[in-house]
């Protein structure tokens, strides 16, 4: 089967594959807040289409929340 891109490329012919499960890479990264950084692990998820952040995090770092 040829690789997306290429010409001869047919989506017809693709074969299905079951979901990839596994580790979940957890990495460190820093938060920006006004002027301040703070030091947050996150989990990377591809199909998320807003960031969230738990409640705990938020209270820690002081981020205004509003009940929406």
């Known amino acids: 089967m ?3 891109g290429t010409k001869h490329w047919n989506p017809a012919q693709e074969t299905k594959r079951e979901p990839i ?3 979940h ?3 460190k990264m820093i938060f920006h807040l006004g002027e301040e950084k703070h030091p947050v ?3 990377l998820d591809t ?3 807003v960031p ?3 409640q705990q995090t ?3 770092l002081q981020i205004p929340l509003e009940k929406h």
């Open 47 to 49: 199909g998320c289409s």
């Open 58 to 60: 938020a209270a820690r």
């Open 21 to 23: 499960s596994g580790a």
């Open 41 to 43: 692990q996150v989990l």
């Open 2 to 4: 040829k690789e997306r």
């Open 25 to 27: 890479p957890v990495i």
């Open 52 to 54: 969230l952040i738990n």
